[in-house]
């Protein structure tokens, strides 16, 4: 068995987000779900997917969907150390996202060559991610921490910073945050339904996905 090698990002923090108007946060409890679900959404017209590193077969799904999926670009999200960010490239992971944001994690993802969606909730650690070149964002989580308001008051004094909303975010209040300027894309877990997923409902999954494109917007 062989080892993937992803060492080099082939693609932008800024490429992930614009790829769809949303990116799926998954949550694998089964490896023999990965495969399967990813071809889902991909058939659904979503293939940018953050597979959150939350379970203990996390990494052995990314894998596996980086081996068999490759019209799938994953990622892996819930990356809060440099062994999560080392452990997702060696899998197989494209891109990163992370819950917060730490100088540390932003490093390990560039020594990992993993673009990253560094998480922030608040205007010092949006300034901290700047600081060290990070200018997409993700905004966690949206709704507790203020939902579009709070991304129409950051729009002022963060005007060169454009965020992916995710937490509490659904298909009925997509579009609020899909309509400010400063909003690329949206992320969000009901996609991939732990009940759908848990009954190989995949139809189900692939329609979830594709009721999404109709937020694309311009
Ligand atoms: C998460 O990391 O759990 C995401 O924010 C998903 O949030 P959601 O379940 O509210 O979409």
């Known amino acids: 068995m062989t080892t993937p090698t992803h060492a080099a990002a082939t693609f932008t923090a800024l490429q992930v987000m614009q790829d769809a ?20 959404l991909v058939a659904g017209g979503v293939r940018m ?14 894998e596996a969907i980086a081996r068999a999926v490759p019209e799938a670009v994953v990622g892996a999200g819930t990356v809060r ?21 730490t100088s540390a994690v932003g490093q390990a993802c560039r020594d990992a060559g993993l673009a990253l969606l560094p998480g922030v909730a608040t ?15 993700k905004f966690f989580p949206a709704m507790q921490a203020g939902g579009p308001a709070m991304l129409k008051a950051w729009s002022g004094p963060f005007f060169d910073v454009r965020f992916c ?7 009925q209040n997509a579009a609020d945050f899909l309509a400010l300027p400063n909003v690329v894309c949206v992320g969000g877990s009901w996609l991939v339904p732990a009940d759908a997923m848990a009954a190989g409902d995949w139809a189900r999954i692939t329609q979830l996905a594709a009721d999404t494109q109709a937020l694309r917007v311009g």
């Open 165 to 171: 909303p995710t937490g509490g975010v659904s298909l």
């Open 81 to 101: 150390s440099r062994a999560d960010a080392q452990a997702a490239a060696n899998a197989g992971a494209r891109f990163a996202v992370s819950p917060g944001y």
């Open 123 to 137: 205007g010092s650690e949006i300034m901290m991610a700047q600081e060290d070149g990070f200018t997409e964002l």
């Open 49 to 62: 997917l953050e597979v959150t590193l939350r379970t203990p077969q996390a990494l052995a799904c990314i």
């Open 21 to 40: 108007p949303v990116i799926p946060v998954i949550v694998l409890n089964d490896i023999a779900h990965a495969v399967p679900m990813a071809r889902a």
